[in-house]
């Protein structure tokens, strides 16, 4: 697995991906912080963390497109599915590398918090709540579009397939509310990615969403295995 690891990060910045996403995301949660924080002269940045669900829905995808896909692409996956390597130890190498990149990214929002630390007093403990938050919601997002780019060779269709995915765990909390039957209706409203994560963005450290997340993590890249697995023994 440090193999993958080590060559999928280096990936990352050898192809353009890891800047692009990283320049995406440090502009994105730099205007959020702007309109959120600063305009408004306060230290409380929980509109940057609630705004940046949505900007992960087009960034995650960019970030997750090529991680199995381009190996299809190219035919190298028969190499990887036949190198003395499981298949968890390669799908897990693939995630660590993304959620690197990615939280270099998160990181930058500790930056605007002591930023505005010199200007105001700031609960440390909601900014730690939030970076948590916001570390577990990309590590789900993360999975979700593993399992996607495990499924196509054509990074575009990854992309697209991975924001239609995280859109659709985003909108499920909206359908819920349309549907009569109020049993199904509390069963999808407590799958909504964005009714677990907005907690989070407010401070609220509940267990039960932390253990939503990593089991949903867990559970998609459970499947990408089982993708992985399918292909090598057709």
């Known amino acids: 697995m440090n193999a993958i690891l080590k060559r999928e990060t280096r990936a990352y910045f050898d192809s353009l991906i890891g800047y692009i996403f990283l320049t995406a995301f440090f502009a994105a949660s730099g205007i959020l912080f702007g309109l959120s924080s600063l305009q408004f002269g306060s230290t409380d940045m929980s509109g940057m963390y609630g705004g940046l669900f949505f900007i992960l829905l087009v960034l995650i995808p960019i970030l997750t497109m090529r991680t199995l896909s381009e190996e299809k692409r190219q035919k190298t996956d028969q190499l990887l599915l036949t190198a003395p390597v499981s298949l968890s130890g390669l799908v897990m190498g693939k995630f660590f590398a993304a959620m690197i990149i990615y939280s270099i990214g998160v990181c ?9 630390s010199f200007f105001g007093s700031v609960s440390w403990l909601t900014v730690l709540g939030n970076v948590v938050g916001l570390e577990l919601l990309g590590a789900s997002f993360i999975a979700v579009g593993m399992l996607v780019s ?28 349309l549907i009569p039957v109020r049993f199904i209706a509390d069963i999808l409203g407590g799958l909504s990615f964005s009714a677990r994560y907005n907690p989070f963005t407010y ?12 089991s949903a993590a867990g559970i998609f890249l459970f499947l990408t295995v089982r993708v992985l697995e399918r292909r090598r023994w057709s």
Do not use: K, P, W
């Open 108 to 116: 930058m929002t500790l930056v605007y918090a002591v930023v505005v």
């Open 203 to 214: 401070g609220v450290f509940d267990f039960s969403n932390v253990l939503f997340f990593v």
């Open 150 to 177: 495990s499924l196509t060779e054509n990074q575009v269709i990854a992309a697209i397939g991975g924001f239609a995915a995280m859109l659709a765990l985003y909108l499920i909390g909206s359908i819920s509310a």
